[in-house]
């Protein structure tokens, strides 16, 4: 996903993406391969000059205890979305990237975001601490 919104940020004279929140390590080396993906990417539609302009800033800090694992973080920012906007995600994989975004916007950061929510309600609702309707609420 990064690597395509980069290039249509490129193509469409948009600022590109500053940072890519890293929730997983799919790669042995996500610069390398995020780089490879990009350049075989840019070869095909013959846009070879943008590769030099590719400075990815990967941030690594939801990644927490590894692959497939939540993170308090996670789980907090899922159960808080779920609450607020009736937007169910898991705590493994989109929940880490909403975590840090919720931890950013905390931190004071209001850089404009895509927040790609692809799935994974499945995850959520097999937890059973978050698929049930908190009290108070109809």
Request: glycine share 8%; aromatic share 8%.
């Amino acid at each position: 996903m990064h690597v395509g919104l980069w290039i249509a940020s490129r193509l469409h004279g948009a600022a590109a993406p500053r940072s890519v929140m890293i929730v997983r390590e799919i790669y042995d080396d996500v610069p390398a391969e995020y780089r490879r993906l990009l350049s075989a990417t840019l070869r095909l539609m013959k846009l070879d000059e943008l590769l030099a302009s590719y400075k990815p800033n990967l941030d690594w800090s939801a990644v927490g205890p590894g692959y497939g694992l939540s993170t308090i973080e996670a789980e907090q920012a899922a159960a808080l979305l779920a609450s607020t906007e009736g937007i169910l995600v898991d705590t493994v994989y989109t929940g880490k990237a909403l975590g840090a975004l919720v931890r950013r916007a905390r931190q004071g950061h209001r850089d404009p975001v895509v927040f790609w929510h692809s799935g994974g309600c499945r995850l959520f609702l097999s937890r059973p601490r978050f698929a049930t309707r908190p009290k108070g609420r109809h």
